[in-house]
């Protein structure tokens, strides 16, 4: 049986959280494992000082409460301190480019977090660091994300169906949070399904992500408009149509694209034929319109518990790319054997 304090990897095999694809499914299950341990370790009133005297740098080029707020009390709560780089605050952009930025903060802190408007800009940064970078989200992908929803697919899986059996639909536009679900569902082999008008279908490259992670660990990918794919989901999962990276479209030729027929409400959630479908979003939501109050607020919903699980994530994160997770796992073990 799987040893819940032990790691597979006591230390990253690349110094970056960049993208999922550069981890094995088993680096990926460390990640989660220390994530959940310590999770439930601090619900249960444990305390954990590992990243005492840590310093967080946190860059930002987007608004964001989620990712800012899960770090800095991720931060707080392992010991460490988080610094809020917001626009404007720094010479970033300005005065000063991403590289040089980079430098500087990795004389000064231990870790970086950023939040890109080009993915370019994380490369570089993670390029000209010489401590961990944790890509924040990009116009790419948002492996944050990726974690802390696949820790939530986790705690919801449908009883007695095994994890590679399991169908993730994802209804909508293929924005980097759809992309980033599909490498992490095809990566611990379970079925993937992008639901959306052909026009807003994932890209030939990401697909290939997929398929070669359907080679490697099963299951499989696919993007179709044909509602027939919703039968047997056990979770619908949906983003924002509009106003993300697009900033030029206007809403109202999204609104014609998806409405009403990629709106996820209550007839969706029935065309799945399953009473205990789950339905999941990465937030912030542009209510009634990619989804229902009646479905946000809904029993099908494990929205709240997925915003939680970035907190989840973040500490997962910062403990094992600061190569203190295996350490972390080792003190809860000792303090829960007392
Ligand atoms: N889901 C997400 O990344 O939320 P924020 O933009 O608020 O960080």
């Known amino acids: 049986m799987d040893n819940p304090y032990v790691l597979t990897h006591k230390t990253p095999t690349h110094k970056d959280y960049i993208d999922t694809s550069d981890f094995d499914q088993s680096e990926i299950l460390d990640m989660v494992k220390v994530s959940t341990v310590v999770r439930d ?36 709560q392992l010991g460490g301190h988080a610094l809020n ?112 008008p052909p026009a807003k279908w994932l890209s030939d490259d990401f697909l290939k992500i997929g398929r070669a992670n359907n080679q490697m660990y099963g299951g499989s990918v696919h993007v179709t408009d044909n509602p027939a794919y919703l039968e047997g989901a056990d979770f619908i999962y949906t983003d924002v149509w509009y106003g993300l990276y697009d900033k030029e479209t206007p809403k109202e030729v999204y609104m014609r694209e998806f409405y009403p027929k990629y709106q996820v409400n ?40 997925e915003a939680e699980n970035r907190l989840t994530a973040q500490r997962g994160l910062l403990l094992y790319f600061s190569g203190k997770a295996q350490e972390a796992l080792d003190l809860i073990k000792a303090k829960e054997e007392k």
């Open 266 to 305: 209550d007839e969706m959630l029935a065309l799945t034929g399953n009473p205990n479908v789950k339905f999941m979003h990465c937030l912030p939501a542009n209510r009634n319109e990619e989804v229902t109050d009646s479905v946000l607020d809904g029993p099908h919903s494990v929205t709240w518990d």
């Open 85 to 196: 780089l917001a626009p404007g605050a720094i010479q970033l952009g300005a005065h000063e480019t991403i590289g040089d930025t980079a430098e500087v903060l990795s004389r000064m802190c231990d870790i970086i977090m950023a939040r890109v408007d080009r993915h370019e800009s994380i490369l570089e940064l993670a390029a000209r660091s010489t401590v961990p970078v944790i890509n924040g989200m990009s116009d790419y992908n948002h492996p944050t994300q990726e974690l802390g929803d696949i820790i939530t697919i986790f705690d919801h899986l449908p009883k007695d169906k095994p994890w590679n059996q399991v169908k993730v639909v994802f209804a909508g536009d293929c924005t980097q949070v759809c992309a980033s679900l599909m490498m992490i569902t095809t990566k611990m082999g379970m079925n993937f399904i992008q639901y959306g």
């Open 41 to 76: 370790y601090i619900k249960s009133g444990g305390t954990l000082d590992t990243l005492y005297h840590k310093n967080l740098a946190m860059l930002f080029e987007q608004k964001s409460t989620r990712t800012r707020v899960s770090f800095e009390v991720g931060m707080e």
